[in-house]
């Protein structure tokens, strides 16, 4: 099972590499199910993980000029005060019995993984339909929306702050449309955005939760080797050909969730 847990903490950062999101919404199920942690201290690990994950990814992808600085940080503005204040003020009040009628109780950890199955339902559809990429001589970049990009940036901050998702399956489309950047480049400034978002959303935790740093070390490590090998990957083959069938994946990941926290707990 364990050899099964590192693997899959490998995937988290492939596929980051390979398409710039998603492998966020795969680390909370593979440190709750796989390792066995606290769904609201794996959300704490989650932000660590999948932020020291993108930033390596970013570097390369700066390298290459594919990181849109100015837009990230105009984007980030938002996000990244939201994510801290949510893991700073928010998180830590959250009862540990939300509700109970009946035989029900609604405790942290169960509407943690509620939450955050839809959350994987809501990005496996994004992923499956998946919006074709313009050509990039054809993308007409845009002078972006400031208000939209605003709501847009509480919102990421949110769904990181409270989820520990990094939210790239929203900030690709979004940097994509509103801001007129081309694929690639939208996702290596996903990837810097993501890597800020859950990086300073983490410092909000510090004094909250007790950290396992050298586990946290090992599955970062693994994560990072896997974002390297998905960026080498990116360069061969076009990720948004397997976005499709990763978005599959996540769905039934995500069916598989929420059957299991209200049917058999």
Do not use: H
């Given at each position: 099972?364990?050899?099964?847990?590192?693997?899959?903490?490998?995937?988290?950062?492939?596929?980051?590499?390979?398409?710039?999101?998603?492998?966020?919404?795969?680390?909370?199920?593979?440190?709750?199910?796989?390792?066995?942690?606290?769904?609201?201290?794996?959300?704490?690990?989650?932000?660590?993980?999948?932020?020291?994950?993108?930033?390596?990814?970013?570097?390369?992808?700066?390298?290459?000029?594919?990181?849109?600085?100015?837009?990230?940080?105009?984007?980030?503005?938002?996000?990244?005060?939201?994510?801290?204040?949510?893991?700073?003020?928010?998180?830590?009040?959250?009862?540990?019995?939300?509700?109970?009628i009946g035989g029900f109780e609604l405790s942290e950890n169960m509407l943690m993984m509620i939450l955050f199955a839809l959350l994987m339902v809501a990005a496996a559809i994004a992923m499956i339909k998946g919006a074709r990429e313009l050509p990039g001589s054809v993308v007409e970049k845009r002078k972006p929306h400031m208000g939209k990009l605003f709501c847009y940036g509480l919102a990421i901050g949110l769904t990181t702050g409270f989820l520990g998702a990094g939210g790239g399956f929203l900030l690709i489309p979004t940097l994509v449309v509103l801001v007129g950047l081309p694929m690639k480049e939208a996702v290596g400034t996903s990837l810097f955005i993501i890597a800020l978002n859950s990086v300073i959303g983490f410092t909000g935790d510090l004094g909250h939760f007790s950290i396992d740093w050298v586990f946290l070390a090992k599955i970062t490590a693994v994560a990072i080797t896997g974002i390297m090998a998905g960026g080498v990957i990116n360069r061969k083959i076009d990720g948004g050909k397997l976005k499709k069938g990763f978005g599959w994946f996540v769905l039934v990941m995500g069916c598989y969730i929420i059957l299991k926290e209200i049917a058999f707990n």
């Open positions: 099972m364990e050899i099964i847990a590192y693997l899959a903490a490998a995937l988290i950062g492939i596929s980051l590499g390979l398409i710039g999101g998603g492998g966020s919404i795969l680390t909370m199920p593979v440190l709750v199910y796989l390792f066995g942690v606290n769904p609201l201290l794996a959300t704490s690990y989650s932000l660590f993980i999948v932020g020291t994950t993108s930033l390596a990814g970013t570097i390369g992808n700066f390298r290459r000029g594919l990181v849109n600085i100015k837009t990230a940080l105009l984007f980030g503005s938002a996000s990244i005060s939201t994510v801290f204040l949510t893991r700073k003020f928010i998180i830590p009040n959250i009862p540990k019995t939300i509700f109970s």
